[in-house]
Structures are given as structure tokens and as C-alpha cells.
């Protein structure tokens, strides 16, 4: 407890000489798992963790930060390696419970104005840890480095590493993963020598944190240090002449002010009025980005990667007054049926009537009469075919070879002209169809199975200008 005091007044006296950050503090929950690896059989296994974290931001993109992470990882005898997911109750030997002060140091790898982030970071700290004994939950006992029994508990130094991204959730809300590699480095252990060579080496751990921003202010722009004035260095040279130095020069505090939290010093900031709800979405001007060209800013765009071009509403999002899947602005034929397939301009599309269209019509033996999936599939053809009034058609017949010839005949020229009656009464000239009874004649299957005659008695459109 003392040790996390400590560390909170050191972070308390150092971060007010820090440079002032966008959001210059956090603070983060994180909640994961971690194992212990190294050490002698049985291992331990993969079990949960959580931990708290506050850090300030530093200069430039450096944070410094502290935090506790408490463990309880249990070994388990069956587990061939060290990173079981769980154990088994009945196999559990020991328990190793724990936590870790921390103190680190994270360099943001990307701008802070990114909505997505990523850093890598090390520090140090203590590991506060004992193990119990998994049935009787009594700390076990070992040989000490004088020779006497003593509690398995120390107090060890650790080296911290870690490796993390984030995603901008809010201007004030971040969700991050991060990534650790503890190493335990027996400093503070009191264990016989030979012992402590049997323990882990190793705390790994991943985990799942969210943060909450706060204390805003402007970013400090890139700068050398000194004064707000700059400073004029001199030297005096061997043979005794002054000569000036570079100046150094500094941005005034004025210039760093950041009024609408937007990551772009005032300075430079074309749009100061930029709302926070835009945070992460700005040019380096501090104007509200436009992916898509569409009027609509990214941070109120629901849809924010429409087509260039494209007609949107108030959110963002196209408008499609045919509901033809073109956005209008885009489509050719803003006024196309709904329903009927179209190209990509939005017009109709008639590359359907380029080949065949074949109607397996389920007729009974000797029924002309089409059934009602087929008067579906007439429907849309019969829509474009109104949209296409160049386009004639010419209707063929087919049956199979049940019964003699000349009544076959028949019965195909029967259902050519029922196919054509359905679209003329679908308002189809008939000057445009011609109805042709084909016979037993282009079998597309064999007539020894029903399901081959079923194919056969078919009528085929053929399309023609």
C-alpha cells in the first residue's frame, strides 16, 4: 500500500510539468487472462485477470502512467503445457494469487487525432504474490535461503513490456487490447537457491480495457525547449570572440490552445468551431473529413461510404427513389419499376432477352394450362418487355412423345398460344408474339422417366428485334 501511494504522488508531482494533452488523462479497466510460464511440471493454466490504470499524457507521445492487476491462477496436473485454458478441479495442486504495481512508461505509435491507435510500452514494478495450497487454501510452505521453513510469499521485481491498439469509441471513451510480457526477475526473492530456480520467469497477459478521457486541453505542436521568448545562446571560442548561436524558438502558450478539442491547435485550426463529436475525424486543418464527397461530415455520416456522387439525406445515406439499388445521382433511370433487375447505370436491364428463356411449365399430360410460379416468371418478363417495345418474341411449344404425333402438334400449339394469350392480357401486342406449336420435336431429356418427359413439355421465348 505504501508502494501505490508512492507511486501516485511521484505521477501527481511530475505530470504538471508535462506538456498539456488533448485529453490529458485516463483512466482504464481491463479485464483478460494471464498464466505464468517457465518453472517444473505442473503448469499453471490460463485463468482470469483484472486490473485498473491511470496514466497522463507526457510530450510529444509519450504517457506515463501506474496500475495494480490481481491474479489467481491455479496449476493443474493434466495439462501437457502452459497455456490450458482453465483447470480441472480435481487435478489442482496449488494456486498462485497475486498482484502487480506497476509503474510505465507508452509511446503512442500513431497521432493522437487518429480514431484508431496503437502503442507499445515498458516500465517496472513489484509483484506481490504467495501461493496457497489449492485444496486447504493455506499458504504453502518452503525451505528458506537460511535453511528455515517459510511461507511461499514474496515481494518481486518486475520488468514490464507491452504491445496495444485502440479504437476511439467516443471523444471520452476508448476500447483497447493490450498485450504483456511480465518478467519476474527473483529480485526480492528469499527461497533456497535451488528452489527459486524452479519458479516461473514469466507473466503473460492479454486483455480487453476501456478507458475514460478526461482533463482537456490543446496538443503542443512538436518544439524545442526553453522560454516562451526563445533564448539566444553565445559561446566564447578560444580566441575570445562571441558568436552567436542558433535561436531557439518556442510556439507561445497562447498558440497551443485547442478551443474545440479537436486535436488542431487554434492556430492552425480552419473550422475552430468543430464539435467534440467529431474528435478523430478531422484534416490537419480542423475541418470536419468527407470520405465520400456527400455534404454530410464523417462524424454525422451513418453511411459514410456512399458512392461519389451519389444523393444522400440528412444522415448520410443515399437516396433511391425507384428502389433499384442505385443511389439516384448515380442511376441513368431514376424512374425504373421496382422490382426489375437493372444494370449498374440504373437502367433496366434487357441482357435477359439476349438468350432463350425456357418455361418448364408443370403441365399434367395433355394440359396446356400454366401454372402459377410460371405466370410469376411471365410477370417480369412481361414488364420488360414494356420497357423494350422493339423487342417481338416468338413462342415455341414442346412436348414430350406420349401419344401419336398429330396430336403432340396440337397440344404444342396450344401452349404456345396460351403462353402468348398471358402476355397480351399482361398488355403485350399481339402483333409482337408468335405463338409456334413445335410438336415431339429438341428433346432436352429422355422421355423413359417422368422427370424427363416433365422437361419436355416446355416453352421456350425467343427474343428478336
Same mark, same amino acid.
Not at 507508452?106 to 487525432?113: D, R, V
Not at 432436352?444 to 417422368?450: D, G, I, K, Q
Given at each position: 500500500m505504501r508502494l501505490l501511494i508512492l507511486l501516485v504522488m511521484l505521477i501527481t508531482m511530475i505530470s504538471p510539468a508535462f506538456a498539456e494533452g488533448f485529453y490529458r488523462f485516463s483512466i482504464s479497466a481491463d479485464y483478460g487472462y494471464a498464466t505464468l510460464v517457465g518453472g517444473v511440471p505442473p503448469w499453471y493454466t490460463i485463468e482470469n485477470t483484472y486490473g485498473l490504470k491511470i496514466d497522463t499524457y507526457f510530450k510529444n507521445k509519450w504517457r506515463i502512467g501506474m496500475g495494480i492487476n490481481r491474479y489467481k491462477i491455479y496449476d493443474d496436473s493434466s495439462a501437457h503445457n502452459e497455456f490450458k485454458f482453465g483447470s480441472d478441479e480435481q487435478f489442482r495442486q496449488k494456486v498462485w494469487k497475486g498482484y502487480d504495481l506497476v509503474l510505465f512508461l #507508452?509511446? #503512442?505509435? %500513431?497521432?493522437?487525432?487518429s480514431r484508431l491507435s496503437a502503442e507499445a510500452g515498458f516500465g517496472g514494478g513489484v509483484t506481490v504474490w504467495k501461493i496457497h495450497d489449492a485444496m486447504t487454501d493455506t499458504t504453502i510452505k518452503t525451505i528458506g535461503e537460511r535453511g528455515e521453513m517459510t511461507d511461499l510469499a514474496a515481494t518481486e521485481v518486475l520488468l514490464l513490456s507491452k504491445i496495444g491498439v485502440g479504437y476511439r469509441l467516443h471523444p471520452r471513451f476508448?476500447?483497447?487490447?493490450d498485450i504483456y510480457a511480465n518478467y519476474l526477475t527473483g529480485a526480492g526473492l528469499e527461497f533456497d537457491k535451488t528452489f527459486e530456480k524452479q519458479l516461473s520467469k514469466w507473466n503473460l497477459k492479454t486483455s480487453i480495457k476501456l478507458s475514460y478521457l478526461f482533463g482537456i486541453g490543446g496538443w503542443p505542436e512538436k518544439m524545442t525547449s526553453g522560454s516562451s521568448q526563445g533564448v539566444i545562446l553565445q559561446r566564447i571560442s578560444q580566441t575570445g570572440k562571441n558568436e552567436p548561436q542558433p535561436q531557439e524558438v518556442t510556439i507561445p502558450a497562447?498558440?497551443?490552445?485547442?478551443? @474545440?478539442g479537436d486535436g488542431i491547435p487554434d492556430y492552425n485550426d480552419d473550422c475552430p468551431g468543430t464539435p467534440g463529436a467529431a474528435y478523430g475525424m478531422v484534416d490537419l486543418r480542423g475541418c470536419p473529413v468527407d470520405v465520400? *464527397? @456527400?455534404? /454530410?461530415? @464523417?462524424y454525422l455520416d451513418k453511411c459514410p461510404r456512399n458512392q461519389v456522387g451519389a444523393l444522400v439525406d440528412t444522415y448520410g445515406c443515399p437516396l433511391d427513389s425507384d428502389k433499384d439499388g442505385v443511389p439516384d445521382g448515380l442511376d441513368d433511370c431514376p424512374e425504373s419499376d421496382s422490382g426489375l433487375a437493372v444494370d449498374n447505370t440504373g *437502367?433496366?436491364?434487357? %441482357? /435477359?432477352? =439476349?438468350?432463350p428463356v425456357i418455361l418448364n411449365i408443370k403441365y399434367e399430360s395433355g394440359s396446356f394450362e400454366i401454372d402459377r410460379d410460371t405466370q410469376e416468371k411471365l410477370n417480369q418478363i412481361s414488364r420488360l418487355l414494356l420497357k423494350a417495345p422493339g423487342i417481338r418474341v =416468338?413462342? #415455341?411449344?414442346? %412436348? @414430350?412423345n406420349i401419344g401419336t404425333a398429330e396430336a403432340n402438334q396440337s397440344l404444342s400449339q396450344k401452349r404456345a398460344n396460351r403462353v402468348r394469350d398471358y402476355l397480351a392480357k399482361m398488355g403485350i401486342e399481339s402483333s409482337r408474339l408468335t405463338p409456334v406449336g413445335k410438336g415431339e420435336v429438341n428433346f /432436352?431429356?429422355? #422421355? =423413359? %422417366?417422368?422427370e424427363g418427359r416433365q422437361k419436355n413439355r416446355r416453352v421456350e421465348l425467343v427474343f428478336f428485334k
Open positions: #507508452n509511446y #503512442n505509435l %500513431t497521432p493522437y487525432s476508448m476500447l483497447g487490447i497562447q498558440n497551443r490552445a485547442d478551443a @474545440d465520400d *464527397c @456527400d455534404g /454530410v461530415p @464523417d *437502367c433496366i436491364d434487357l %441482357t /435477359v432477352l =439476349e438468350k =416468338e413462342i #415455341n411449344g414442346y %412436348t @414430350d /432436352v431429356a429422355s #422421355n =423413359e %422417366t417422368s
